[in-house]
Nanobody, 116 residues
């Protein structure tokens, strides 16, 4: 039984930055991966970034590499997404994703709006 709670979304102008947070509560002692997906209007949900919990290796979609940074705080069971140099095409609902034990979990989503 795990719950993911996201925060940090909002409205920014192109070129600005945002930091998203996702805190996992419940049975989180066997976390394998946490990361982020996003879904823009009319498009499928797509992978953005993730981090392997043990060791901290990260992976990024080509569209965000060099601009976004994913990190974790193991003690707080929290994953972050630092988003710099935001572009209008980054506008989407961002969803936290976690693989904990044999299960996969999703957050409720947080809206990121980027104006040009």
């Amino acid at each position: 039984q795990v719950q993911l709670v996201e925060s940090g979304g909002g409205l920014v102008q192109a070129g600005d930055s945002l930091r998203l947070s996702c805190a996992a509560s419940g049975q989180t002692f066997n976390t394998y991966v946490m990361g982020w997906y996003r879904q823009a209007p009319g498009k499928d949900r797509e992978f953005v970034a993730n981090i392997i919990w043990t060791g901290g290796n990260t992976h990024y979609a080509d569209s965000v590499k060099g601009r976004f940074t994913v990190s974790r705080d193991s003690a707080k069971n929290t994953v972050y997404l630092q988003m710099n140099s935001l572009k209008p095409e980054d506008m989407a609902i961002y969803y936290c994703n976690a693989r904990i034990g044999p299960e996969e979990y999703w957050g409720q989503g947080t809206q990121v709006t980027v104006s040009s």
